[in-house]
T-cell receptor
Framework: DVKVTQSSRYLVKRTGEKVFLECVQD?????MFWYRQDPGLGLRLIYF???????EKGDIPEGYSVSREKKERFSLILESASTNQTSMYLC???????????FGSGTQLSVL | SQQGEEDPQALSIQEGENATMNCSYKTSINNLQWYRQNSGRGLVHLILIRSNEREKHSGRLRVTLDTSKKSSSLLITASRAADTASYFCATDDNTDKLIFGTGTRLQVFP
């Protein structure tokens, strides 16, 4: 089975800190995604990537950046964390031949 | 942009009853998928229905799709307490990304 691993389950950071959320998948998937999930708003797409060193903005990219230096790893970066970025962050991947997303367990980020 | 909207937002039923959740979307799609999320965890894929299909079954799950109304429904038959979770629809409009709805929280009481 595909495994998508997010480096932290819970994370507490201070306002203004630079935050890295790491995601690794083990099935050689080309496409990787970062979503954030907030109550009543469902999942919203932040960024996605089709291949190494490629990135595309999703619906809510402001305040975030991403890095895809290796195919298996997709990092989400909060350049200067703010309290409104407190949320559950979900990473997912999908292969070219697949049609369904495989998700990590999520990172609950609290920015104080 | 939120593509899918689930209805109801929350549903509470007794074990053994059926649970029906609905999803509406806005644009043409290649397929529609349903995912399940246990509390505080990642999402797990349940079932996919293509735009040229009208109904699909998988175990206790039954999904219908009406492209003329841009809507889908997920039926869970003979529900169990372990079915308690949030359920999301997601649409693939051939832009290489899935757009998720806001979800339905299902509570099944023993």
């Amino acid at each position: 089975d595909v495994k998508v691993t997010q480096s932290s389950r819970y994370l507490v950071k201070r306002t203004g800190e630079k935050v890295f959320l790491e995601c690794v998948q083990d099935m050689d998937h080309e496409n990787m995604f970062w979503y954030r999930q907030d109550p009543g708003l469902g999942l919203r797409l932040i960024y996605f990537s089709y291949d190494v060193k490629m990135k595309e903005k999703g619906d809510i990219p402001e305040g975030y950046s991403v890095s895809r230096e290796k195919k298996e790893r997709f990092s989400l970066i909060l350049e200067s964390a703010s309290t409104n970025q407190t949320s559950m962050y979900l990473c997912a991947s999908i292969g070219q031949e697949n049609e369904k997303l495989f998700f990590g367990s999520g990172t609950q980020l609290s920015v104080l | 942009s939120q593509q899918g909207e689930e209805d109801p937002q929350a549903l509470s039923i007794q074990e053994g009853e059926n649970a029906t959740m609905n999803c509406s979307y806005k644009t043409s799609i290649n397929n529609l998928q349903w995912y399940r999320q246990n509390s505080g965890r990642g999402l797990v894929h349940l079932i996919l229905i293509r735009s040229n299909e009208r109904e699909k079954h998988s175990g206790r799950l039954r999904v219908t799709l009406d492209t003329s109304k841009k809507s889908s429904s997920l039926l869970i038959t003979a529900s169990r307490a372990a079915d308690t979770a949030s359920y999301f629809c997601a649409t693939d409009d051939n832009t290489d990304k899935l757009i998720f709805g806001t979800g339905t929280r299902l509570q099944v009481f023993p």
